[in-house]
């Protein structure tokens, strides 16, 4: 069965630095989402790209954020400059636009620690 | 915009029992329903989805919920859990139309009692 991929498990960066969170979503969706979870918080929405741009963005989606799809099977977050308040778990989705298969397939997450 | 409330944060549960766990959102246009469960250490899987069509609908593990238009809800009910239940529920919501993407409610951390 098809699957959302993400790399890596777990990553652990120090504050002020880059990371990149990678996904290879299912190759004949073609709406990305990005979603991430505090810590025993609900999950929120970041962003959304569809036809190589961004699509819709929340307000956490500020300018330390910015989201690729550099090869056709990469979806990418990268997050700048990164902040206390980024450790979370990053979930990458796909989806398939058509109305019978609505649902937004979720890959197992990126558990981002900033330390 | 759209919103979802799950009342309860934690419910705990004797095995073999019955269970529901409650779902109410807000939406001034028409909706898609979803419920995701999440066990420890994993990621988000599809339990069910309500999609249009009738209001009961069923989804993997035994578990179904039932989509009520008056009451903005959408419960999710199993006559008799296990052990294996245990796991976060998360009610969503989403309209069908735009990029359709999924607005959560905080969750119910559903607990199995031997």
């Known amino acids: 069965e098809p699957e959302v991929t993400q790399t890596p498990s777990h990553q652990v960066t120090q504050m002020g630095q880059e990371v990149i969170l990678r996904c290879v979503p299912i190759?004949?969706?073609?709406?990305f989402y990005w979603y991430r979870q505090i810590l025993g918080q609900k999950v929120e929405f970041l962003v959304s790209?569809?036809?190589?741009?961004?699509?819709?963005k929340s307000e956490i989606f500020d300018d330390q954020f910015s989201v690729e799809r550099p090869d056709g099977s990469n979806f990418t977050l990268k997050i700048r400059s990164t902040k206390l308040e980024d450790s979370a778990m990053y979930f990458c989705?796909?989806?398939?636009?058509?109305?019978?298969?609505?649902?937004?397939?979720f890959g197992q997450g990126t558990r981002l620690t900033v330390v | 915009a759209q919103s979802v409330t799950q009342l309860d944060s934690q419910v705990p549960v004797f095995e073999e029992a019955p269970v529901e766990l409650r779902c109410n959102y807000s939406?001034?246009?028409?909706?898609?329903l979803f419920w995701y469960v999440q066990y420890p250490n994993q990621g988000l899987q599809l339990l069910l989805k309500?999609?249009?069509?009738?209001?009961l609908v069923k989804g993997i593990n035994g578990f179904e919920a039932e989509f009520n238009k008056s009451q903005t809800s959408f419960h999710l009910r199993k006559p008799s859990v296990h052990i294996s239940d245990t796991a976060e529920y998360f009610c969503?919501?989403?309209?069908?139309?735009?990029?359709?993407?999924?607005?959560f409610g905080t969750g119910t951390r559903l607990t199995i009692i031997p």
């Open positions: 939406s001034s246009v028409s909706v898609y």
């Open positions: 790209f569809y036809n190589n741009e961004i699509s819709e």
């Open positions: 989705a796909s989806r398939n636009p058509g109305r019978a298969n609505t649902e937004a397939f």
């Open positions: 309500y999609l249009s069509g009738s209001t």
């Open positions: 969503a919501v989403t309209t069908p139309f735009g990029n359709e993407k999924l607005t």
């Open positions: 190759s004949n969706h073609l709406y």
